[in-house]
Structures are given as structure tokens and as C-alpha cells.
């Protein structure tokens, strides 16, 4: 495919995700969380408890950025620390139920919003489909560039 057609599949992908992104954030808009502490959220929602050092590098951010974002959200009531038995050095961040109640409002206000797309496209679930298809795609190629 031609460089030009690739870099508008890019930027097309780049803005439809961007665009499912900020009807999530219409939801945190008016609270207490930031765009930041919401994407820090949401990583141990989907992923489960981590340590500051693995959020730090699935956010991309320094460890002492981290434990900012993770000391206000813990003094909001969105996360917990939580020592290891074994090793009293090692701290794993869990997310409350205020926590889990803040992604679970701006994930149904995506799938309403996405909802409102899918009813004005012809055959939503090709394109269903084929979204699936692109998303495996994309794994498949993650993992063998992993090798």
C-alpha cells in the first residue's frame, strides 16, 4: 500500500480513537480525577493490581510522576496499597469500588455513544466484523515482532 493511504489509515484509526476517548472523559470532567489519574485507573481495572514500577512504564511516565498520580487517587478513595506478605518493600496498587464505579460510568457512556454511531451505519456487524479481524491482525503482528 502506498505511504499516503497508510498514513491516512493511521490518522483515521489515530481520530476515531481519540474521539471514543473524549466521550469517556465528558464523565470525569466535572470530578476530582484527571486525564491522567483516569488512564492510571484504567490500567489496573483491565489488568488487575500492579506495582508503581509497572504502571510507571505502561503510562510511559517517570515512577515519582506515578506515585503522584497513585498517592491522590489513594487519598481520593480510587486505589489502595497493599504490602506483600513476603517482601514489605514491594507494594501492589488495587483499585477500589469508587474506582471501579468511575470506569464502569465511562465505559457505558462510550457504548452509548458508540451505540448512537453503530445505529446510523448500514451493516454494523461487518463492520463488526471486520474490526475483529483488524484487531487480531494487529496482535498477530505485535507478537511476532516480539520474537
Known amino acids: 500500500m502506498e505511504k499516503n493511504r497508510l498514513e491516512?489509515?493511521?490518522?483515521?484509526l489515530r481520530d476515531i480513537c481519540f474521539k471514543i476517548k473524549v466521550e469517556?472523559?465528558?464523565?470525569i470532567k466535572n470530578s476530582e480525577i484527571s486525564p491522567a489519574q483516569?488512564?492510571?485507573?484504567?490500567i489496573i481495572y483491565f489488568r488487575g493490581p500492579k506495582r508503581v514500577t509497572d504502571i510507571s512504564i505502561a503510562l510511559g511516565i517517570t515512577k515519582s510522576t506515578t506515585t503522584g498520580l497513585i498517592n491522590r487517587l489513594e487519598n481520593s478513595g480510587?486505589?489502595?496499597?497493599?504490602?506483600?506478605?513476603?517482601?514489605k518493600r514491594?507494594?501492589?496498587?488495587?483499585?477500589?469500588?469508587?474506582?471501579?464505579?468511575?470506569?464502569?460510568?465511562?465505559?457505558?457512556?462510550?457504548?452509548?455513544?458508540?451505540?448512537?454511531?453503530?445505529?446510523?451505519i448500514e451493516?454494523?456487524?461487518?463492520?463488526?466484523?471486520?474490526?475483529?479481524?483488524?484487531?487480531?491482525?494487529?496482535?498477530?503482528?505485535?507478537?511476532?515482532?516480539?520474537?
Open 8 to 12: 491516512n489509515f493511521e490518522k483515521i
Open 24 to 27: 469517556g472523559r465528558k464523565i
Open 38 to 42: 483516569f488512564d492510571l485507573l484504567q
Open 78 to 87: 480510587y486505589l489502595k496499597k497493599t504490602k506483600d506478605e513476603k517482601d
Open 90 to 120: 514491594v507494594t501492589t496498587i488495587q483499585i477500589t469500588q469508587k474506582g471501579e464505579n468511575v470506569i464502569k460510568e465511562v465505559i457505558k457512556a462510550r457504548v452509548e455513544f458508540m451505540n448512537k454511531v453503530l445505529s446510523q
Open 123 to 147: 451493516n454494523p456487524e461487518n463492520l463488526m466484523r471486520q474490526l475483529e479481524h483488524l484487531d487480531y491482525t494487529i496482535n498477530e503482528v505485535r507478537n511476532n515482532e516480539k520474537e
